[in-house]
């Protein structure tokens, strides 16, 4: 396993550790780095209409469409650091 990789799925488990829940911007944010940074680029039927919350983290993922999954792990990861911080 890479050193990249390992560190992507430690972050993770992290971000499940903090004593503060992010608001629901940086939530969407840890969202598409951590699909973009596992899966590649958005994938699948966007959800339907009212189905607000699946919209706004397929849209929030599909905005990092053709980043690098090393590039969005390494977000990922920076992001997790800072919020930990």
Do not use: C, H
């Not at 971000?15 to 699948?44: C, H, M």
């Not at 699946?54 to 929030?60: L, N, P, S």
């Not at 980043?67 to 792990?73: C, S, T, Y």
Request: aromatic share 10%; proline share 2%.
């Amino acid at each position: 396993m890479s050193d990249l990789k390992a560190k992507f799925e430690q972050a993770a488990e992290d971000i499940k550790k903090l004593s503060e829940r992010p608001d629901n911007d940086t939530l969407l944010k840890l969202y598409a780095l951590f699909k973009q940074g596992s899966d590649g680029d958005v994938s699948g039927a966007k959800p339907g209409f009212f189905d607000f919350v699946g919209t706004a983290k397929y849209e929030a993922w599909g905005k990092l469409k053709g980043m690098k999954a090393e590039e969005a792990m390494q977000k990922y990861i920076d992001l997790v650091k800072r919020l930990g911080s």
